[in-house]
């Protein structure tokens, strides 16, 4: 009986790839460099108004809402208390919210923007249409791209 031997890194496969195992047809591998790219776009633009990425999106959710728990938070970014511990510690440090333990339920933490960090809405407003820009798509064909991705954000969630 004889074996095949099996490909290893240093040995190719025989023939082209499979058109399903070609980089460019990764539904995973677009959303990823994507990602990546609008990561780089934001960071200049976050630069600007001291924040980082994940801090960005804290505090849109707290311009949003102001007063949620750090749990109702973590709902909104998919992230846990663990993740979002660290983070808010800084935006605290920063001046820009203040953590305050819920006064009907000590297990909870409430989230409080701060003046300084209501007052810091108004820089990032510049941030939306600079990407609106750099995307060089309409708004209506931005807002249908985000939600096709929320609708499979939340179909893959439910898999």
Not at 14 to 23: E, I, K, V
Not at 111 to 133: H, M, N, Y
Not at 143 to 159: D, E, P
Request: proline residues 7%; charged residues 20%.
């Amino acid at each position: 009986m004889t074996t095949q031997p099996t490909p290893t890194s240093a040995q190719p496969m025989d023939g082209p790839s499979p058109a399903m195992l070609q980089l460019d047809n990764q539904v995973c591998f677009a959303l990823y460099s994507a990602s990546l790219a609008m990561t780089k776009l934001y960071k200049p633009l976050l630069d600007e108004i001291g924040l980082t990425y994940p801090q960005y999106l804290v505090m849109l959710v707290l311009w949003e809402r102001d007063g949620l728990t750090v749990s109702e938070l973590g709902e909104r970014l998919f992230l846990d208390s663990g993740t979002l511990t660290p983070l808010l510690k800084r935006l605290e440090g920063a001046g820009l919210l203040s953590r305050l333990r819920d006064a009907h339920d000590e297990r909870r933490v409430r989230l409080t923007l701060s003046a300084q960090g209501r007052a810091l809405r108004q820089r990032a407003e510049a941030i939306p249409p600079c990407v609106l820009a750099a995307s060089q798509c309409s708004l209506p064909e931005l807002q249908s791209l985000t939600h096709q991705l929320q609708a499979l954000r939340h179909r893959l969630a439910s898999a």
